[in-house]
C-alpha cells in the first residue's frame, strides 16, 4: 500500500464518504473522531509513516470524502416550495399543469407508463402562487406516471421520445416511504437520483407531446433509447419475469427495469455497481460494434479506433437516460 499513493488515496475517500453516508449530525462529528484517533493505528498496519507527507494526504482524502458528501447532499432538495412560495405540505396533491422535456426512456408496464421530465414551467390550479423569478426550474426533475385508461394508449406513450416537449396535467404528490422497518423506500430511491416529487396523470389524452423540430431531432439519446428498448425486447424474450429486469440491468444497463424492492436491496449490499455501467457493458457495447463494422468489412485498426471514439457516448448516454 505504500507504493500506491493513488489507490491509498482513494480508499480513504470512499471511507470518508461512507461514513457521511450512514452518519449525520453529532453522530457523524464524533465518528469523525474516533476514525482521526484510529489513523496512527490504521497507518502502521499500512506500513506508512505517521508523520509523512502520505499520512497528511490520507487524512485529507478523508476529509474531503466527508465535505463533498455532505455538500452534496445540502444541496440536494427540491426548488419547488421555493418557485411556489407555497410548503411541501401544500404542495403535496395540488392539480397542476407542467410543462418540460422528456428526459429519459418511457417504461410502459401493463397499464402505466412512467419517465422523467426536465421541468420548465408549473401552473397549479387550486390556490393561487406566484414563482420568485422567471426561470428557476431548470435544475429541478420529476418523475411522471401515467394511467394508461385503454389498451391503445400503451402505443401512444410508446412513442413519446426523449427530447419531446410535453404538456401534463395532472397531480403533485410526494414519492412513498418505507412504512415497514427495513421495508424499501421509494423517496430515499428517487433522491438518490436528485428527484423529489412525482406527477401523477390519469390517461394518455391528458400529455400533449410535441416532437423536436429542426437541428433539436438530431438527438443521439433518442436513437440509444431506441436500439437499447430493442435489445431489451431481445432479453425480454430471453428471460421471463422476474428475471428479465435483473438481467437486462446485468447485461445492457437498463437498471430501472429492475424491481424497485430488489434494487434496493442491490444497494443496502453496496452492489449497485454491477447494475450500473460497468466492464460488463462496455464489454456488450464494444463486441456490438466490432462485430457490426466487421460485418462492414472495415479493417480492425479502423474497427476499433471507431469503438474507442463511441465509448464515451455510450458513457454520457448511460448516465443521462
Not at 52 to 71: H, K, M, N
Not at 210 to 221: A, D, K, V, Y
Not at 245 to 270: E, H, N, R, V
Amino acid at each position: 500500500m505504500k507504493g500506491r499513493p493513488l489507490l491509498c488515496f482513494t480508499i480513504f475517500w470512499l471511507c470518508g464518504s461512507g461514513m457521511a453516508c450512514m452518519l449525520t449530525g453529532w453522530a457523524l462529528f464524533w465518528g469523525m473522531v474516533g476514525a482521526v484517533a484510529c489513523l496512527p493505528l490504521v497507518l502502521r498496519l499500512l506500513h506508512i509513516p505517521v508523520s509523512g507527507w502520505l499520512s497528511i494526504l490520507l487524512l485529507a482524502a478523508f476529509i474531503g470524502g466527508v465535505v463533498q458528501w455532505e455538500w452534496n447532499d445540502s444541496h440536494n432538495s427540491s426548488r419547488l416550495p421555493q418557485y411556489l412560495q407555497l410548503s411541501t405540505e401544500v404542495i403535496d396533491g395540488l392539480n397542476a399543469i407542467v410543462e418540460g422535456e422528456l428526459a429519459s426512456d418511457v417504461r410502459v408496464d401493463g397499464d402505466r407508463a412512467s419517465f422523467e421530465i426536465q421541468l420548465s414551467s408549473i401552473m397549479v390550479q387550486e390556490v393561487e402562487a406566484q414563482p420568485q423569478v422567471p426561470s428557476p426550474m431548470k435544475d429541478e426533475r420529476i418523475i411522471v406516471q401515467v394511467r394508461l385508461m385503454e389498451e391503445q394508449e400503451q402505443r401512444i406513450a410508446a412513442a413519446w421520445k426523449r427530447g419531446d416537449k410535453l404538456t401534463l396535467s395532472g397531480s403533485l404528490a410526494l414519492p412513498g416511504e418505507a412504512r415497514n422497518f427495513g421495508g424499501f423506500d421509494y423517496r430515499h430511491y428517487l433522491r438518490a437520483q436528485y428527484i423529489h416529487w412525482m406527477f401523477k396523470v390519469k390517461g394518455a389524452d391528458s400529455v400533449t407531446a410535441m416532437t423536436p423540430q429542426g437541428w433539436e431531432r438530431i438527438n443521439i439519446f433518442r436513437w440509444a433509447d431506441s436500439a437499447r428498448q430493442l435489445l431489451g425486447s431481445a432479453v425480454d424474450r430471453l428471460f421471463p419475469e422476474p428475471h428479465a429486469g435483473y438481467m437486462k440491468g446485468l447485461i445492457i444497463g437498463m437498471a430501472k427495469d429492475i424491481d424497485p424492492g430488489t434494487y434496493g436491496q442491490f444497494s443496502q449490499l453496496g452492489l449497485t455497481h454491477i447494475l450500473a455501467i460497468s466492464g460488463t457493458h462496455v464489454a456488450v457495447y464494444v463486441a456490438s460494434l466490432l462485430a457490426l463494422m466487421s460485418w462492414l468489412r472495415l479493417t480492425r485498426e479502423t474497427a476499433l479506433t471507431v469503438a474507442l471514439i463511441l465509448i464515451p457516448a455510450y458513457v454520457v448516454g448511460h448516465h443521462t437516460k
